[in-house]
């Protein structure tokens, strides 16, 4: 009988020990990686309208101060693989040459579950940082300066974000409340950048993706994704007055990127059905209303700076099952497709999934990221216009998308 | 015959605290088997199987041109298999297995591949018992022919698989033995690991597994006295895992949800104990601990993870069960415990999941109520009600009480 009272002591003393040894869950700190310094690039400055004759005079003469645009550095989302909960945003500072990852947990140590489930888009407009989070069904915005959480918009299953006039439109797959629950079609809802709050909404083909407004018109690429039998091919008109889709523009099935250049045209990629239709990328005239221009170049992602469209490829095809990469330019004023990589050859032949890119529109610099097996961390290189690798740097999973911070400055006042 | 219906649990991310997706499944089998001898010291066993399962799921948040998502699948299955046994001498047999199965799937997905597979197997195996040691040593051969209607299909395989193991016992005592084995393995990627995403399916390699074990085992029993029966089991283990099939969640349909994880290395050390008392006044008490020490790691060479323990394995684990009888009264208790863990294939903090240990107790009563015979049960999950996640993001019971009642007719 006494031996038995001891095992039982025993056990729960037992228990007790093991009972001690879990660690208090903890904010996770931000790791802070030193990179290279950014060489000074001086920005085009913004040219003054100066009347001629004033010009040809040879007195002094005081003319209003100048003001100067220039990159300070930029956020990085990092999409995070579904389910994990795992999107996160890094910051790069040029000033400091500090590269910081997990900046939203420090910045946001009381928000529940952290920034979310896959971070789909980001953009900046104002003093605002905008974040897409996909799974978690919100928009989270932030101040760019502190990262710190302003307000959370509910969107169901939101895509991504672009910016017009004060307001903020937002593609998602989830359809137009009122519509009844079982409509296919997604919606675009518009958000006063002043008061964060949704303005108007409206619908528009299946699975939106991308959008872009040129000349008072919102432009969205349809995917359709949900029904690999029957994709989209379109790209909604919406005029911004009415908050109402004007037109459709037929390019090619199932649609993801949407970018305008300056002069007014837009970039749009197809990624084709994985079969017999490849990915291509197409030349859309908004004037005109249809595509003018054709690349057969699977495109996964693109960023047009300058003259220069720099297209990431990475398209799978389920009849040969391999992945076609490719890193490709294409001169926008002329379109046509220029020969040469934008990326050096140690760089390209390094990369395992090439995923987010961006290019610095001042200093021509090039970011790329890779997202590796997409549940690793991933990688993020920086090149020069001259293709030397300035440094890489290990990001968040996924490394996805960029938000440059600029910062605009009067002198001479 | 079996039939479910449930809803399933999806991540609790930021921002979303409930799903409604549903699943139903429905199994169905039939099984015969047969044995037979033809001549002296010969055994033929045959047996023969059929099953059908069919699956199906629903996404009320996906909304297509068809309406929400509804996915079926059906998966059928034919397996045979032949045992030819014979007895050269008393300590020596030899045998020879040979199976075939033919497993189809079809689904009502578009584009779906409607894939067959035929799988043939024929292992020669031979058995040698001496009172003080035991040999057996077998070679499997494998093929597995995989067929598509259309598009992307699984690699066709080839394989062959050794296996030995041995156990001495070295002392006059039979308490006490030691043993080891080498044993080569693979496993195919399954029709779920290849099909059952929405588009298309993951070209995933079999996995391949060497494995070496040497370890100790001493059993002893008592007719009388307190301590009834004593047992300790240890094991020390080298695995080395060729191309790991591993679930990983995906963020996008058309990305891959499975993947192979490259080269891992296993070193593992595993202790059992179990006793049985038989106390004064009828009371009974089992005790049994158990403990495994794993390190698990990715060698995948030029890996970002080389060296980091793969996800979801923890280093340290172990059991505490126990049990008190008296009469037709029990009393249960176990403590689970299940060390730090990662939940990806970097060991950062960002990916560090915390270990959970629960407590769970349960009290029984067997008897008689109106000539049948009854058992009535009471439990209490995770007593201290600790929160807990096995897999990250998918949170577990707190404190959780059930009652039971069981009838014998």
């Not at chain 1, 990852?101 to 952290?114: D, F, H, K, M």
């Not at chain 1, 009415?242 to 045209?265: C, K, M, Q, W, Y």
């Not at chain 2, 998502?69 to 032949?82: C, F, G, K, P, V």
């Not at chain 2, 059952?196 to 370890?215: A, C, H, M, W």
Request: proline share 5%; aromatic share 14%.
């Amino acid at each position: 009988m006494k031996h038995y009272y001891k095992l039982f002591a025993f056990t729960i003393i037992f228990t007790i020990i093991l009972s001690g040894c879990r660690k208090d869950d903890i904010i996770l700190p931000p790791e802070e990686e030193q990179l290279p310094p950014q060489e000074e690039v001086l920005p085009p400055q913004e040219e003054e309208e100066v009347p001629e004759e004033e010009e040809e005079e040879e007195e002094e003469e005081n003319l209003p101060p100048q003001t100067v645009t220039s990159i300070v550095g930029f956020y990085l989302l990092n999409e995070g693989n579904m389910a994990m909960n795992k999107a996160s945003l890094d910051y790069y500072d040029y000033e400091t040459s500090v590269y910081k990852t997990n900046v939203y947990g420090q910045a946001n140590p009381e928000s529940t579950l952290g920034l979310g489930d896959v971070g789909n888009d980001i953009g900046i407009y104002g003093s605002k940082l905008y974040t897409v989070i996909n799974a978690s069904n919100k928009l989270e915005i932030m101040d760019v300066a502190t990262t710190k959480r302003l307000e959370v918009i509910e969107i169901k299953n939101c895509r991504y974000i672009t910016f017009a006039e004060g307001k903020a439109y937002v593609s998602a797959y989830d359809g137009v409340i009122g519509l009844g629950q079982n409509t296919p079609n997604g919606l675009v809802a518009e958000i006063d950048t002043a008061t964060l709050a949704i303005t108007r909404r409206v619908e528009v083909g299946r699975q939106p993706e991308e959008l872009a407004v040129v000349d008072g018109k919102l432009y969205v690429a349809n995917s359709g994704g949900y029904n690999p039998s029957k994709y989209e091919r379109t790209v909604s008109v919406i005029d911004l007055n009415s908050f109402a889709v004007v037109s459709e523009i037929d390019v090619a099935p199932n649609l993801h990127r949407l970018r305008a250049t300056e002069s007014g045209d837009l970039y749009v990629s197809s990624r084709g059905n994985y079969f017999e239709i490849p990915s291509q990328l197409f030349v859309v005239d908004t004037k005109e209303q249809k595509v003018k221009s054709t690349f057969d170049i699977p495109t996964s992602n693109l960023t047009i700076v300058g003259d220069t469209a720099y297209i990431v490829g990475s398209a799978f095809s389920y009849e040969t099952f391999d992945w076609e990469i490719g890193y490709r330019m294409i001169d926008i004023k002329n379109e046509k497709l220029l020969e040469d990589s934008f990326l050096p050859k140690s760089v390209s032949d390094e990369i395992e999934m090439p995923y987010g890119v961006a290019v610095d529109p001042f200093s021509k610099n090039i970011y790329i990221t890779d997202a590796r097996d997409y549940v690793s961390p991933g990688t993020l290189y920086c090149i020069d216009k001259n293709k030397t690798v300035k440094f890489k740097v290990k990001t968040g999973d996924i490394p996805a998308h960029f938000a440059f911070v600029y910062k605009t400055i009067t002198i001479n006042k | 015959m079996y039939s479910s219906e449930r809803g399933l649990p999806g991540a609790i991310v930021a921002n979303r605290y409930s799903h409604n997706q549903r699943q139903w499944d429905r199994n169905l089998f039939v099984h015969a088997s047969l044995e037979n001898s033809f001549f002296k010291n010969h055994d033929l066993l045959a047996n023969i199987k059929f099953s059908r399962d069919y699956n199906r799921y629903v996404d009320p948040e996906y909304i297509s041109l068809d309406g929400q998502l509804d996915n079926r699948y059906y998966q059928s299955e034919w397996y045979a298999s032949l045992v030819n046994k014979y007895s050269i001498a008393n300590w020596w047999e030899v045998s020879l297995a040979t199976d075939f199965a033919k497993n189809t799937l079809s689904a009502n997905l578009y584009r779906f591949p409607y894939p067959t597979r035929y799988s043939y197997f024929a292992a020669l195996s031979t058995q040698m018992q001496w009172e003080r040691l035991h040999i057996q040593a077998s070679m499997l051969g494998a093929y597995v022919d995989e067929q598509v209607k259309q598009y992307y299909k699984g690699d066709n395989q080839k394989v062959f698989n050794p296996v030995i193991s041995v156990s001495v016992q070295p002392f006059e005592t039979s308490d006490f033995r030691i043993r080891a084995f080498y044993k080569e393995s693979f496993r195919m990627p399954t029709f779920n690991d290849l099909y059952y995403t929405f588009v298309g399916n993951s070209s995933l390699r079999p996995e391949f597994t060497k494995q070496y074990d040497i370890g100790a085992t001493w059993i002893h029993n008592n007719n009388s006295g307190l301590l009834r029966t004593a047992s300790v089991q240890a094991d020390v283990y080298y695995n080395r895992v060729t191309d790991k099939i591993v679930a990983m969640p995906s963020s996008n349909l058309f990305r891959w949800t499975m993947m192979n994880l490259g080269e891992v290395e296993i070193k593992g050390l595993e202790i059992n104990t179990d006793t049985k008392f038989d106390l004064p006044r009828d009371f009974k008490l089992n005790l049994g601990l158990s403990y495994t020490y794993q390190k698990a790691i990715d060698i995948t060479p030029k890996g970002s993870t080389y060296g980091d323990q793969i996800p979801y394995t923890p280093n340290h684990s172990g059991t505490v069960t126990s049990f008190l009888g008296r009469r037709e009264w029990d009393l249960h208790y176990s403590f689970i415990y299940t060390g730090e863990r990662y939940s990806q294939k970097a060991n950062i903090p960002v990916n560090y999941v915390q270990p959970w240990y629960t407590h769970d107790l349960a009290v029984g009563w067997n008897g008689k109520l109106l000539k049948t015979n009854v058992r009535l049960s009471a439990e209490v999950n995770n007593l201290f009600n600790q929160y807990y996640d096995v897999i990250l993001n998918f949170p577990m019971p707190g404190r959780n009480v059930r009652f039971n009642l069981s009838i014998t007719i």
